[in-house]
């Protein structure tokens, strides 16, 4: 083990790094045989300067008969992924995501999620080969916030797109991606950032695939929740969701289609009973909070397109029309909107009659959610600066997609495709000229021809059915 570590010591080093990878891969057998030496051994190791060899170490660390949760492991690793040097542990990305999750496990087992946060922030940017590029680091950094309600230790990360996976340089893998889309929504609606939610939803909805499984279930019914919050309706799923998965949802999302009928004929009492009958169903799934939130939102547009009508109304008659069962609770509704910043109104406490302001209108557009959001006015300095920041953000997906225009045109597999097809094309059609030639002297010959090529016969086909009806 002294060897083992003094190879790591002088050969962490840019120049040898590639050699020290090398050797530790070969040396699984040391490590097992002096198991009981790793913790040692790490006290002689910079995490900083030696951070290929320190991972190693803890990777096997781990592998043992460690109890979790092991205090002094958490303490080792979250200092290791806190000074981690990048370039080193690029060079071994299956090592460094190992402890990464072994580190998770620890932390979870201890009850103390919290405590993962800011060393798994630290450890996925050292991993990231570029901010946009997505990492399994990044599914386990969101559970833990998630886990610790650390919402908004997630809103860089969550902020930032992506636009590339890589998994030769960071061991990315399928189930990374839906579970990054997953956990990535859950925090987005916990920051009630809906409209971010539903763009991560759909990443993980509409990802190519031939079975579905059981994150993109989870995930449509939150989306078709996320949907009825946000847009007051089931948004269709684009034409490019794969079929297996249609065909899954449709069988077991049963309880939440009847909700989104339910909200979508607009009757308040309707939409509680079903949230009440299928209330066993949406506690099981985790989603009797989002289905609450459904079940408020349509009553808020419901008052909200009252005001679109009307200037002036008595709080009975807006009960009513919102479906609820007094005046005073239409109160205690427009009194939290008013404060929310959902309505402008003004309520008389004498006469019960409620005034609604001008700027009513431009409220109610924006939407009972969090679709507001920012940009609803222009005319400030944030405004404008929230504009040029959405300008940006388009020229340069506009850029991004230009490049991915300019690779795939110039990739041999694409075009080799595309050069097949086409010579496909004409191979068919001159072979349905040869065979119209045939079939002019002979015409049971050119029916059989043009059948071979209806059926994707080649040329050689042609001539042959032309010269058997001589």
Partial sequence: MEALVAQVVALSNPNDINQLCSTLKSSEGVFTLNYQHIAAALQSLDPAQHSLGFGYFLFHLGKGNLPAPDVAYIDTAARFFTVCDAAQIQVAPDIFCAVAKKFKEHVMAAGAPRRGVLPLRCGLAALQPGPEVLTPLHADF??????SRCYNAAAGVLGQDIFDVAPAATGCSPTDLFLYAYYGAMLAIGRKQHARALELLLQAITAPAVVGNAIVAAAYKKY????LIHAGQLLPLPKFTSSCVRHMVEGEARPYAELATAAAARQPERLRRVAEQHAAVYGADGNLGLVKQVVACLTVRSIQRLTQTFITLSLSDIAGNAGLASAAEAEEHILRMVA???????????????????????????????????GGSWDNA??????????RQVLELNKRLQQAHEMVSQDRAYLSKVTARERSKYDLAGGGGGLGGGGSSQ??????????????????FGHFGAGGSM
């Fill in 382 to 391: 944030a405004g404008v600066a929230a504009l040029d920041e959405r300008l």
């Fill in 224 to 227: 078709v929740c996320v949907c």
């Fill in 142 to 147: 969101f559970q833990l916030c998630l886990l």
């Fill in 340 to 374: 929310a910043g959902q309505i402008h109104a003004k309520i008389d406490g004498r006469t019960g009659m409620v005034r609604f302001a001008d700027e009513t209108r431009s409220a109610g557009e924006a939407g009972a959610s969090s679709s507001a959001g920012p």
């Fill in 443 to 460: 015409g049971a010959g050119g029916s059989q021809g043009l059948a071979m090529a209806a059926l994707g016969g080649d040329g050689d």
